[in-house]
């Protein structure tokens, strides 16, 4: 019997260092790299008294949202039945594609890693490829579709790998381990990855599936970014957000390696940047909670939304004007986006529409009056019809028709 006890503590700890490591990679840091307090409450909500969570219909404030849709303009108001469940199973990662056939929405389930595909004139779910994966924390499609790469931890539970896929086949490819940031190009199978060198410095690779050489175009003594590749020509890395420190957004040319400060000095910066560049939608953290703003990259000039939501919960529409963001029914507290990302806040969102020229904002739909949905990983089909989304509370896919 002792044993067995000695066998099960064994593997208990084995599994407690293997969370550790990836959300060590995953999770934003503070300026001396240590984790922030309370990290680990996402991955360990059993282990966490109630009273600790902010409750999920309060939202971590008692002073409800400006922009709560029991006060907005309805006038779009699409139909309930509009909203819909894509998925009971965990999803680690979704694409949207447009084809002669049709729409298709294909996604990556948490365990097993197994690509699925749904094609929107039949509604049957596919399964395309099956994995060895036992559990995908993570799952980026490339910009075609046709490439994934899954995150998950070695068997050691002390590495975070990363494998690529080629959808619809068993064939693929392992990148370095512990990549700290990923992100797909926007109009190919190529993807930016940093790792970090011997030296402990930044480096940053695009690599190419299809076996062309991989190029460095980034190498830098600060490691703690997270990146975004929305225009052909330029990668954004800004750095991680925490509410008591001032972040930066920089562009990184893809031909040269140049890097230009784009904005910054902003308390808990999140930012999304639309396909041509042009506008980019950011959250700053003040005393009283969290902003939303459009800020116009080609006259440096600034639009308040009158939102309070993270960009991360915003995407743009295909015509890079308008964008949609998850927007928390009550107000995030000023210790955001660091609570919502370690798990200690949850909320109940709405979705709104923003148009980037104007800073004009309109009232979609609340999709958390039947269940509760904290929008994350937002996406559109390629003809702006439809929003996709995954619920962060449970980790299921979601559709939102925007046509009413």
Known sequence: MGKKILLLISGIILIVIGIGTFIYFKAPKNPDGTLPENTFKNFFPFGVSSTSIIDQNNNGSDSPNPNNPNNADETILVPQENLKQVTTSEVAGAFAS?????????????????????????????????????????????????????????????????????????????????????????????????????????????????????????????????????????????????????????SLNTTTGIQNKVFGGINGLTTK???????????????????????NIKNSSTL?????????????????????????????????????????????????????????TTYIMNISSKKGIDAVNLFLDKSNNTLYFINKKDSTLWSLGLVK
């Open 273 to 295: 940047v639309n396909q041509s560049g042009s506008h980019m939608l950011y959250s700053e953290t003040t005393r009283n909670g969290v902003g939303l703003y459009v800020y």
């Open 98 to 250: 447009n084809s002669l056939s049709g729409t298709s929405v294909r996604y990556v389930e948490k365990v097993g890693g197994v690509v699925h595909e749904i094609p929107d004139s039949t509604k049957v779910d596919e399964e395309l490829v099956a994995t060895s994966i036992p559990f995908a924390y993570e799952s980026i499609f490339d910009s075609t579709g046709n490439f994934v790469i899954n995150r998950y931890l070695d068997e050691t539970l002390s590495k975070v790998q990363s494998y690529l896929s080629i959808v619809g086949s068993n064939s693929g490819q392992y990148l370095p381990e512990n990549i700290l940031a990923l992100s797909p190009s926007p109009n190919s199978g190529s993807y930016f990855y940093i790792t970090v060198d011997d030296s402990d410095k930044a480096v940053g690779i695009i690599f190419t599936p299809n076996g062309s050489k991989s190029v460095k175009i980034l190498n830098s003594s600060f490691t703690e970014w997270n990146s975004d590749w929305p225009t052909v020509n330029n990668i954004y890395l800004t750095t991680k957000p925490s509410w008591n420190t001032k972040g930066y957004i920089y």
């Open 304 to 360: 308040n939304t009158n939102l309070s939501t993270i960009s991360d919960k915003c995407v743009f529409a295909y015509n890079m004007i308008e964008a949609y963001c998850a927007v928390p029914n009550n107000s995030p507290s000023s210790k955001n986006p660091d609570n919502w990302y370690q798990g200690i806040e949850s909320f109940n969102d709405s979705i709104y529409k923003i148009n980037t020229n104007t800073g004009d």
